[in-house]
């Protein structure tokens, strides 16, 4: 079946940046507060302050909805069911690699779980969103994390520097940004970064539907994303696996119930179109 066939047409999802725009912070969970007190060392009451002027400043390089809705401070990751074995991993020598990671609140998650940041690398296109970074957990002379600006298109990008020495890639909101055909380019890069033995993975988590299809987000690229589910997951890892002489374990499901948004799932909404759902995974080399 043609990957482009899989749900017959396009589905289109006429959006405006402003509209996930949301002035104010939600709540910050335990886990957030912690990372903004503790680890970046900001006193209680200036957290809401800072962390606002800073999202402002990001939402102007890109107006991506998980910085628009705050969901970057979800720390989703942590929430994972292979949050513990990704830790672990790195306290134990292995080599971390967020890709797409923007601001890199992942990476400092990670950190401040304990695990050794000269094991973490951070690549992203937009270097800006490095800088936020650094400057929304003020931690530049602190983190020894290596940053790489980097487009994964580019065959000759610095990210060649980590050819097969990565052991655990974490793709958040990353693989959904592209078609499929993108998404198989930018899965083979993924695999030639990691080493090339059991146990190498990527983990993460993206915006599906249950039907997969290409959907059209006017905003992004003004060409069709390919949204996914479970089945034309396994397919596309299939494909990648046939195309590196790779074999993969692929686990991936749909998050249950609300989605980030707030809305229910099935529910078409401008911003959230029915059947789109998150999907959660992991994926690793056999
Ligand atoms: C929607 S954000 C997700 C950020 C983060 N992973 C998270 O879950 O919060 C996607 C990120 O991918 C980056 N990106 C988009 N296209 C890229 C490309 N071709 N190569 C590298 N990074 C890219 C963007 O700059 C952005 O920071």
């Given at each position: 079946m043609s990957n482009t066939a899989v749900a017959g047409k396009v589905t289109e999802k006429s959006q405006n940046p402003e509209k996930w725009l949301i002035e104010e912070p939600p709540t910050l969970t335990p886990e957030a507060r912690a990372l903004f007190e503790k680890y970046s060392k900001n006193p209680h009451h200036e957290v809401i302050p800072h962390i606002k002027a800073i999202r402002d400043n990001a939402f102007q390089i890109y107006p991506y909805p998980c910085l628009g809705r705050w969901?970057?401070?979800?720390?989703?990751l942590r929430q994972s069911p292979q949050y513990p074995q990704v830790l672990s991993r790195i306290k134990n020598g292995d080599r971390y690699l967020d890709i797409g990671?923007?601001?890199?609140q992942d990476i400092r998650s990670l950190v401040a779980d304990g695990?050794?940041?000269?094991n973490t690398y951070g690549s992203d296109m937009k270097g800006d969103f490095i800088d936020v970074g650094y400057a929304l957990f003020r931690d530049r002379a602190t983190l020894k994390t290596t940053f790489i600006e980097a487009?994964?298109?580019?065959?000759?990008?610095?990210?060649?520097?980590l050819e097969g020495t990565v052991d655990i890639v974490h793709a958040a909101s990353?693989?959904?940004?592209?078609d499929w055909d993108e998404q198989i380019k930018a899965a083979k890069c993924v695999v030639r970064l990691l080493k090339a033995r059991p146990y190498s993975m990527v983990v993460g988590r993206q915006l599906g539907h249950v039907d997969a299809r290409p959907m059209m987000y006017r905003f992004i690229s003004g060409k069709p994303l390919f949204r996914h589910n479970v089945e034309s997951f396994a397919r596309f890892w299939k494909q990648v696996g046939d195309e590196t002489g790779t074999t993969w374990k692929v686990e991936a499901g749909f998050e249950q119930g609300l989605d980030d948004y707030g809305e229910e799932s099935e529910m078409e909404t401008e911003e959230v179109a029915k059947g789109e759902r998150w999907l959660v995974y992991s994926v690793c080399m056999l």
């Open positions: 969901a970057f401070l979800d720390l989703r990671c923007c601001i890199g695990a050794p940041s000269e487009d994964i298109f580019d065959a000759d990008s610095e990210l060649n520097s990353f693989f959904h940004l592209f």
